[in-house]
């Protein structure tokens, strides 16, 4: 449940490679495309949902039913929920402080929350800000739109990009009939692929389009993650007590870096 609970905030299907055809296409260019996808961000300052986790690894699966609460600029809540409803496990993301509440367990995980920490912390190789990206099926969200290349295809559209050290590189397939990202690769020089997010399920949402699955494998790990949202609510009003945990003065607190070292010493 732990595992489970602490990729709940990772908060966060191949493309057929086709002989190209620009005659089958709206005529956009890149920063038409881009302006689109930013433009429904825009458009959202609140989320809730009821959400189905799953999470399989090594041939095993297992799933978590929660209510996942999200406000500009980056406020972040996760209830994972028992059999009867119950809270089991409290993620909540604010002012880039990472908490993690087990509830059964009494036990509280808490720190700052930086763009590297869940490589650091629990191994996971997902930038923080990616997590953004992928509720909001924008790619582009992290701001690098320089030296981006597209392409066109019979039914979409094919935005590649290097990371900034370029070591990796990126392929994004948009659908060119209601531009809506469908799938983002990244994967290393060699052409391997380190990680993959599929959007699917696209649905509108108080007027916004956006997707109500979306699946995050890690091949190298054999693990695929998936979010599927259940009736979004959109700029609706969110208590601040949605934002908060309330955690008994008995509970036993645990800093990140004790974490990272009680990993270490399992491995």
């Keep these: 449940m732990k595992n489970l609970s ?11 490679v086709t002989k190209p055809n620009e005659n089958k296409l709206p005529s956009l260019d890149t920063r038409s495309i881009l302006a689109i996808l930013k433009a429904r961000y825009d458009l959202v300052d609140t989320m809730r949902a009821v959400v189905n986790f799953r999470m399989e690894a090594d041939g095993k699966g297992s799933e978590v039913r929660g209510i996942m609460s999200y406000e500009k600029p980056d406020r972040l809540s996760i ?3 028992g059999p009867f409803n119950e809270p089991k496990v409290v993620t909540l993301v604010t002012d880039k402080t990472l908490q993690i509440y087990f509830v059964a367990e009494n036990e509280l995980i ?3 929350l ?15 800000s990616d997590i953004r990206s992928s509720i909001f099926a924008d790619p582009f969200l992290d701001g690098k739109t320089n030296d981006i290349k597209l392409e066109t295809r019979n039914d979409e559209y094919l935005i590649g990009r290097l990371s900034s050290d370029g070591a990796y590189r990126e392929e994004i397939s948009i659908s060119a009939k209601d531009v809506t990202v469908r799938n983002w690769k990244i994967m290393d020089k060699s052409g391997k692929i380190s990680q993959e997010i599929v959007f699917a399920k696209y649905k509108e949402a108080g007027g916004v389009l956006r997707p109500s699955k979306v699946t995050i494998y890690r091949p190298s790990l054999n693990t695929r993650f998936s979010i599927e949202s259940v009736n979004p609510e959109i700029n609706i009003k969110l208590s601040e007590s949605v934002f908060s945990i309330d955690v008994p003065d008995s509970a036993k607190v645990y800093g990140l870096p004790e974490v990272k070292g009680s990993i270490q010493n399992t491995e």
């Excluded at 602490?6 to 908060?11: A, E, G």
């Excluded at 191994?123 to 923080?128: G, K």
């Design 6 to 16: 602490i990729i709940l905030i990772i908060f966060l299907a191949g493309c057929a």
């Design 79 to 81: 209830y994972a929920m």
């Design 110 to 112: 808490k720190g700052e």
């Design 114 to 128: 930086t763009d590297e920490a869940l490589k650091e912390v629990f191994d996971i190789d997902l930038r923080i």
